[in-house]
T-cell receptor, first 116, second 109 residues
Framework: GAGVSQSPSNKVTEKGKDVELRCDPI?????LYWYRQRLGQGLEFLIY????????KSGLPSDRFSAERTGESVSTLTIQRTQQEDSAVYLC??????????????FGPGTRLTVL | AQRVTQPEKLLSVFKGAPVELKCNYS??????LFWYVQYSRQRLQLLLR??SRESIKGFTADLNKGETSFHLKKPFAQEEDSAMYYC???????????FGTGTKLQVIP
């Protein structure tokens, strides 16, 4: 089927506004990750969901960042009161539980967020 | 805590020259290690994983537990190898993934 999808592909917002980014994982993938990729920088882990376990939020940079996932489906990453330093590409990845691709992460195309 | 280190931010080599992208890790258990690649305007994708012990696009990587390294190598670089390369570690149990900061490989024609 289709790969991981993310929406919107681009988002321009004003400083102080809230934004919501969406990730649709591959069907059947139990694990879902969010990362941030600033211009010229590497991948920065944000949050990890695994099935019904409590998410690993250790990478969230501040309490303005939050994420939700219902079951093994869509996830949303919300950034409140956006700041210019939040400008980055936000990547989502999902991972299957079993099979030949076990432990391989499948990445979405990313959402490019620009905070003016 | 697990950590992945890629000491080079940028590596420039001439076409046909050997390539080695360095990756060192720290993890107390038995890790599973990966190399991911991101070509220009494409998604990040898996290049190879240490348990497969395979060569992909001429690249190989050997896990050296003594040196805690997983360097990516290719004997003869091609222009199409120019990309961003990330080393990643997945831990057992909870299976958290840790990425290195990435190395940009630039192959000069």
């Amino acid at each position: 089927g289709a790969g991981v999808s993310q929406s919107p592909s681009n988002k321009v917002t004003e400083k102080g506004k809230d934004v919501e980014l969406r990730c649709d994982p591959i069907s059947g993938h139990t694990a879902l990750y969010w990362y941030r990729q600033r211009l010229g920088q590497g991948l920065e882990f944000l949050i990890y969901f695994q099935g019904n376990s409590a998410p690993d939020k250790s990478g969230l940079p501040s309490d303005r960042f939050s994420a939700e996932r219902t079951g093994e489906s869509v996830s949303t990453l919300t950034i409140q009161r956006t700041q210019q330093e939040d400008s980055a590409v936000y990547l989502c990845a999902s991972r299957p539980r079993t099979g030949l691709s076990y432990n391989e992460q499948f990445f979405g195309p990313g959402t490019r967020l620009t905070v003016l | 805590a697990q950590r992945v280190t890629q000491p080079e931010k940028l590596l420039s080599v001439f076409k046909g020259a050997p390539v080695e992208l360095k990756c060192n890790y720290s993890y107390s258990g038995s890790p599973e290690l990966f190399w991911y690649v991101q070509y220009s305007r494409q998604r990040l994708q898996l290049l190879l994983r240490h348990i497969s012990r395979e060569s992909i696009k001429g690249f190989t990587a050997d896990l050296n537990k003594g040196e805690t390294s997983f360097h990516l190598k290719k004997p003869f670089a091609q222009e199409e190898d120019s990309a961003m390369y990330y080393c990643a570690l997945i831990s057992g149990g909870y299976q958290k993934v840790t990425f290195g900061t990435g190395t940009k490989l630039q192959v000069i024609p």
